[in-house]
């Protein structure tokens, strides 16, 4: 008698505990997309359809404000960290091993593994020592501090593109007298990009979405969304903060979806 393969679907309960999964990860998310429809100021009373909290929001100066903002800086911190994490990447993947390799991988990803309270605070104490020697309260903190946050997330991506990528082009280009830098230019940065684009839409996602962080670092004025919806919901709860994340969320969903299929791209 043939013996029947093992399937993890056929456990008893399995289907249940993968329903249930589902419901807490995307239930509340559905119930906030929905209730940001609401005709009602009540977030628990539904009385029809309507896109008011949407008009509210897109007519509201300050969330205009700290939304060009958090753009600004997600994209500023993102360029950073992509531009530094792919010298990362071509350092680390391009050479024979040599000591103290896996240190600097360690170090390079040691935002992923730390809390992110420990690193808020760090860059906290860190910036303020600046700030009262320099009396500089700018934006380039925050732009700083992101950098730095979202580099391991833009190295992930690249590095395992770099560690697909197969060396016969790059050796093939060297054989025919191209330079280190017109080899680069030409073979290894063509392949690479969905690599680097990828890094960069997680690096501007992890931006966007930073709250601990941007609330310790930032100084007055200097709010972004995450910290505007935060405080807003501090004060007053309202469908129109319904609203603001439904779109927060859409444009995060926008990013995580190009990442991943540029991620999961192959020459």
Not at 67 to 72: E, G
Not at 169 to 186: K, M
Request: charged share 10%.
């Amino acid at each position: 008698m043939a013996r029947s393969r093992f399937a993890i679907g056929r456990l008893p309960g399995f289907a249940m505990m993968a329903m249930l999964t589902f419901a807490f990860l995307y239930l509340p998310i559905f119930t906030l997309v929905a209730y940001s429809f609401n005709a009602a100021a009540s977030m628990t009373v539904w009385e029809g359809f309507s896109l008011r909290w949407y008009e509210a929001a897109f007519a509201n100066r300050t969330v205009q404000d700290v939304s060009i903002r958090s753009l600004v800086l997600a994209v500023s911190a993102a360029s950073i960290a992509t531009a530094l994490a792919t010298m990362a990447a071509l350092a680390t993947t391009r050479k024979r091993h040599f000591p103290g390799q896996t240190m600097i991988y360690a170090l390079i990803n040691q935002p992923l593994m730390v809390p992110e309270i420990v690193t808020g605070v760090a860059l906290l104490i860190f910036f303020a020592m600046i700030k009262v020697q320099t009396g500089y309260t700018g934006l380039g903190y925050l732009i700083a501090a992101h950098s730095a946050f979202c580099i391991p997330f833009a190295y992930l991506p690249i590095r395992a593109r770099l560690e697909t990528m197969d060396l016969t082009l790059e050796t093939a280009a060297a054989d025919l007298y191209a330079t280190s830098w017109r080899a680069f230019r030409h073979v290894t940065l063509p392949l690479l990009a969905p690599g680097i684009i990828a890094g960069f839409l997680l690096g501007f996602v992890i931006s966007l979405d930073t709250v601990v962080i941007t609330e310790l670092v930032k100084s007055a004025g200097q709010d972004t969304l995450s910290t505007y919806m935060l405080g807003q919901m501090r004060r007053v709860v309202t469908p129109e903060t319904n609203a603001i994340a439904t779109l927060f969320l859409l444009l995060s969903l926008a990013a995580v979806t190009i990442f991943f299929l540029l991620s999961r791209k192959r020459v």
